[in-house]
């Protein structure tokens, strides 16, 4: 069975700084493509950034390019989001998600319980 568990969410200033992560167990991790999702409140669920099987190619919303990096580490079935300059429209609960594919994808089948981070301004 397929879980994901995030961390490392929280409450932060404006311009500051949060790194979130994700433990996978169940299932395969390094033929995976993983990524990260957000939920605000009253609105849909939307894709933040994601990473492929390798580490090697990374995709982004564009609200946050230039500001979130996402990476992934093969031997500790882990995947983080760090999350530079942030913004309270960045405030929202972030999901870690799992796909059935190793290349890009919007396409994501499992899903953690979230973290919540909070922008204050």
């Known amino acids: 069975q397929v879980q994901l568990v995030e961390s490392g969410g929280g409450l932060v200033q404006a311009g500051g700084s949060l790194r979130l992560s994700c433990a996978a167990s169940?299932?395969?991790?390094?033929?995976?493509?993983m990524g990260w999702f957000r939920q605000a409140p009253g609105k849909e669920r939307e894709f933040v950034a994601g990473?492929?099987?390798?580490?090697?190619?990374?995709y982004y919303a564009d609200s946050v390019k230039g500001r979130f990096a996402i990476s992934r580490d093969n031997i500790r079935n882990t995947v983080a989001l760090q999350m530079n300059s942030l913004k309270p429209e960045d405030t929202a609960v972030y999901y870690c998600?799992?796909?059935?594919?190793?290349?890009?994808?919007?396409?994501?089948?499992?899903w953690g319980q979230g973290t919540q981070v909070t922008v204050s301004s």
């Open positions: 998600a799992k796909a059935r594919t190793m290349g890009i994808t919007y396409d994501y089948t499992y």
């Open positions: 990473i492929d099987w390798t580490g090697g190619r990374t």
């Open positions: 169940g299932g395969t991790f390094g033929r995976n493509t």
